[in-house]
């Protein structure tokens, strides 16, 4: 079994910088998923955000979860769920407007600490992005300008927490689902395992590292890199002990933002030179995904390019 690719972005900066490039192009072709050591968020910060999410839950979501889990059986089970996770989140947004001011039950601090950390995040995803543009033969900020929308990105944390489950094999923490968005900067646990990606028709973890950040594509970049980069089904299974932080930060193209293949990389494709990938307003596709999240991606695809004739592009991306 291959590794698993774990790149150390302070590499960029020296004589190994063209090597470290080649993981990152190698990864995201072959894996759509990589790990993330020396990304530049201090250890401390991340040890902060751990310490005070873990603490959130305890005080105020752990009932909460064990009630929802008693009125619905779900301990009794003996067949497999399909119809829900065995998780308990909560979503902060960042960008184009922030809600953590009013979501409700968080300590003023941890209001402050998330929004730093989020900074951080939006920091270290545009820096991909452009790392992506590299790679992938756009200029620099292509990436950026294609997620816009008149709005800027949308920017948004998902924090959830696996607690243990008596039927793992019964219930999924996470059932496995592509990421619609952009780029997805993963923040999880390094003592309780439970992530996995599909790969070559084989389930494979993702390995827990302390202070790493996992990075996976989402939907609309193998849009935009008319599939040269593909988004992967990924899932979470629940442990029987230990509960399972994760804190997911989708760096996702504005509500209006509209989402087509970079024609260069369209030009590219020397047997075909048509677009591959339709044409769409990022908007229109998430209605949809709303309600086929835990399906397969290929029939969004086609009909969002079934709907494609209405889309008008936007000058600004085409750029």
Known sequence: ???????????????????????????????????????????????????????????????????????????AVQAEVTDLDWESTFFLRHLPVSNISQVPDLDDEYREVMRDFAKRLEKLAEELLDLLCENLGLEKGYLKKAF?????????????????????????????HTDAGGIILLFQDDKVSGLQL??????????PMRHSIVVNLGDQLEVITNGKYKSVMHRVIAQTDGTRMSLASFYNPGSDAVIYPAPTLVEKKAEESKQVYPKFVFDDYMKLYAGLKF????????????????????PIASA
Not at 148 to 174: A, E, M, R
Not at 198 to 207: A, E, R, S, Y
Not at 304 to 314: F, G, H, I, P, R
């Open 1 to 75: 079994m291959e590794n698993f690719p774990i790149i150390n972005l302070e590499k960029l900066n020296g004589s190994e910088r063209a090597n470290t490039m080649e993981i990152i192009k190698e990864a995201c072709e072959n894996w759509g998923f990589f790990e993330l050591v020396n990304h530049g968020i201090p250890h401390e910060v991340m040890d902060t955000v751990e310490k005070m999410t873990k603490g959130h839950y305890k005080k105020c979501m752990e009932q909460r979860f064990k009630e929802l889990v008693a009125s619905k059986g779900l301990e």
């Open 148 to 176: 816009n929308g008149s709005k800027g990105p949308n920017f948004g944390t998902k924090v959830s927490n696996y607690p243990p489950c008596p039927k793992p094999d019964l219930i999924k923490g996470l059932r496995a």
């Open 198 to 207: 599909l790969k070559d028709g084989n389930w494979i973890d993702v390995p």
């Open 295 to 314: 399906q397969a991606k290929e029939p969004r695809f086609k009909a969002m390019k079934a709907m494609e004739a209405d889309v008008k592009v936007d």
